[in-house]
Structures are given as C-alpha cells and as structure tokens.
C-alpha cells in the first residue's frame, strides 16, 4: 500500500488534531469525514479538501485504508461496530467507551476478527516512560501517587456521568494507563467521590475523585482525580521503588536516587505524532510498533471504571483480568 486513506468518524477536537496529523504524512491522505453534527464535519472537511458523508456507512463505502473512530465515550460502539463488520483496520479514540459492557463488546469482536487496532495512548510513546521502564527494572515499585487536577472541558456532554463517564473514565486514563505499565496490574480499588458536580449546569458527575489501589505485586497506590480548577494544574505519577524516586508527566521525568536528582524533558506533541505515525505504518505492512491495540486498552478502561464504580458505591472493587481472549464478562466485582 503506497498511500494509507483514513476517514475520520467525529469531527471535534480531536478529530482536528488527528487530521491535522494525518495531514503532514507523505504516505496518507484523509478520504472525508462524517458526523452527527453536519456543520462540524462540513468545517473539517473543508479544511482539508475532502468530502463530508452523511453517516458511517457512507464513509465505509467510499473503501478507505483505516478509520479513525473519535467521538465522545457516549458514542462509541455502533460505529466501531461497522468499522469491525467492514474489516477496516481502525484506530479509537481514548476513552474507548462511557462503560465496561460496550467496550467488553467491541473487544470481544475485534478478537474475533482478528482485526488491526489502536488506542489514543499517546503518553505510551514518550521516551521518558521506557526510560522510566528501564529504571524500574531491577527495583520493585513499592508505592505509585497518580494525579489528574484539571478543569471541566468546555463542552455540554462532559459533566453528565452518563456522558462522559467522569473525570476518572474521561481525564485520568492517561494516568491509570501508565500506572498499567510502569507498576502492573491492579487488583483492587476503594474510591470515594465526594458527591458534588462542579458548578456546571446539568452536572452530575463528582467534582473530586480519590482512591486506593492494590496491585498484583504487592505495591500499593492512589489515584486522585478533580475538574474544579480554572486550569490543567497537574496530571502525572510519582513512583518509589527500593532507593529510587521517579516523578513523570507528559512534559518530563525528574529521576531521585543516590545519584542526586536529574531531569529529562518530554515533547508530547512529537508523542501524539508518533502514535498515528505508528498506526499508519502497522496499516501499510511496514511497522509494528503499536503499542496499544483494543485489547490492551480494555485493561485501562477496566481499571477507569472499577475506580468510578467503587466511588459510585462506596465499596471497594475487585479486578479480574480475564485468563484468554476478551468476553463480554464485567471484569469487576464489588464487595458487599
């Protein structure tokens, strides 16, 4: 394949982001885009020279390489669905769904069509994480601290639970992601919200999120998650392992151990290049480095939402990653 021909399904922000990406490479092209909302879809296409279609199927029939699924977490499912029934390699924008039981489904239909997949991961191709890697590969991580202080996004659909899945499920999967990688996987979680939205009309979602984790190897952790600042404070984890401090965001590592301290700057905007550079290169037959495909998002999509759960309820959650391919099984259990 010379030239790799990407629709885009969602015409937001992301999706603008994508096409601007996609734009720069020599060997793909955007075929057209559709949405839900006409003028949105109308403006991105007119950016860029292509068509609009007026719904998945359209865009489908027009024979494209790849697709690009970005719409809000409510959406997802029945466009994922017909990508997956066309046989079209696609790409899914994070989070993968408001829910566990969509994204258990889609999973389980990738699975059996063997289909090419990726997930908008994108702090997964900063250098600083397999530096980070590399750092803990001789030391066993004994306590991890993630973070996601933020503000409500501007748009209407966000502060609904319903909608967007909440702070945790929408914002801090970046964060529960690399937690995933560089300390394993979680076993159990206690989450508490403190039961007020942010002061956003129709919000319904916890302003504040904080929990407890427990990891298969030991380790222990916590995650806090807020939308009630003006500004993106911070979004990061601390580790400590036996003799070694690691600080990461997406802007840079800062590394403490006998050595003294250090610092390693991050560019994320070269991390969201990599992460379609990746994608189109896997479509093509010449690369191989995609390095979250469906499945392994599902981890982090179940990890998001045992978290939001266990707030939701007030109980902790217990994790179980499933032993063979995706089911359409929850994954989680809540104590009684």
Request: glycine content about 10%; charged content about 20%; proline content about 6%.
């Amino acid at each position: 394949m010379r030239t790799c021909r990407v629709g885009l399904i969602g015409a937001g922000g992301v999706a603008q982001r994508h096409a601007r990406v996609l734009s720069g490479f020599d060997d793909a092209e955007l075929l057209g885009v559709t949405d839900v909302v006409s003028a949105a879809a109308a403006a991105l296409a007119d950016t860029y020279g292509v068509p609009t279609f007026a719904g998945v199927e359209d865009l489908l029939a027009a024979g494209p390489d790849a697709v690009y699924v970005c719409v809000p977490p409510f959406a997802h499912g029945p466009a994922e669905e017909a990508v997956i029934a066309a046989g079209v390699p696609m790409f899914v924008e994070k989070p993968v769904a408001v829910d566990l039981g969509t994204a258990e489904r889609i999973a389980a239909l990738v699975a059996e069509r063997g289909l090419l997949t990726g997930v908008g991961h994108h702090w997964r191709y900063l250098p600083i994480v397999e530096q980070a890697r590399e750092l803990l590969a001789d030391r066993p991580v004994r306590m991890v601290a993630g973070s996601w202080l933020d503000k409500v996004p501007p748009v209407a659909w966000w502060s609904r639970r319903d909608h967007s899945g909440g702070p945790v499920v929408e914002q801090a999967a970046h964060v529960l992601d690399l937690i995933r990688v560089l300390v394993g996987e979680v076993t159990e979680v206690t989450a508490y919200g403190n039961g007020t939205p942010p002061p956003v009309d129709g919000a319904d979602i916890d302003s504040v999120t904080t929990a407890a984790l427990r990891f298969a190897s030991g380790a222990v952790g916590t995650l806090t998650a807020a939308c009630v600042l003006g500004w993106k404070h911070r979004a990061g984890l601390e580790i400590l392992a036996d003799g070694l401090a690691l600080a990461l965001t997406e802007d840079g590592l800062v590394v403490r151990d006998a050595d003294g301290e250090r610092s390693f700057a991050a560019d994320p905007d070269a991390a969201r290049v990599a992460v379609d550079r990746a994608f189109v290169d896997a479509v093509r037959g010449v690369g191989d480095d995609v390095r979250v495909p469906y499945a392994e998002a599902l981890g982090t999509q179940r990890l998001a939402v045992a978290v939001a759960d266990s707030a939701r309820a007030g109980r902790a959650v217990r994790l179980t990653a499933p032993a063979t391919a995706p089911t359409l099984a929850t994954g989680v259990t809540v104590d009684a």
